[in-house]
């Protein structure tokens, strides 16, 4: 054991791109991989099988991490309410109101519970920052969500696919 203490799994430094509720399996070929326990992850499944590491992302960050730290910046819990009119949609909080035209949404984003509105928010740099507004499906208070789907993506002209993206 003390000869192996410092070989690595044949995969490290190896980057790998696993996706939201997709899974990947690393196997090593140098079989030092059964010398190493997995450490608990709020946003990561792993667990290790003879010499395969096998890993599913179930979370992007911690929600519940961002929740708080939010909920300190701004001095409690805030609430936000999403309103759609014909030309624009409005964000509002009790501290402020922020506007978006339906020309700077770039994505729909849309879970089993959740839907999301993505918006660049500076329209005519490249890669600028986008603002996204998410809310739980079952907060929807008038209409549904499939006439909500419809309206935004009546509206929404710019995005580069003319569909919601599941999620």
Sequence with gaps: MVATHSLRPS???NLETIYL?????????KSVLSNYKIA???NVNAYITDNKLHISATAIGDAEDQFLRRNKLNGGTVSTELDFYDD???SVMEMKTRSFQY???VKLLESEDA????VKTEPDSKGSPRAMCGFPKDALEQGSI??????LLERCTNMRRKKVKKF
């Design 88 to 90: 624009h949609f409005d």
């Design 115 to 118: 839907f999301a509105v993505v």
């Design 103 to 105: 020309a700077s949404v």
């Design 146 to 151: 499939d006439e909500l789907r419809a309206f």
């Design 11 to 13: 995969f490290n430094n």
């Design 21 to 29: 509720n997709n899974s990947v399996e690393l196997e090593d070929s």
């Design 40 to 42: 608990d992850s709020s």
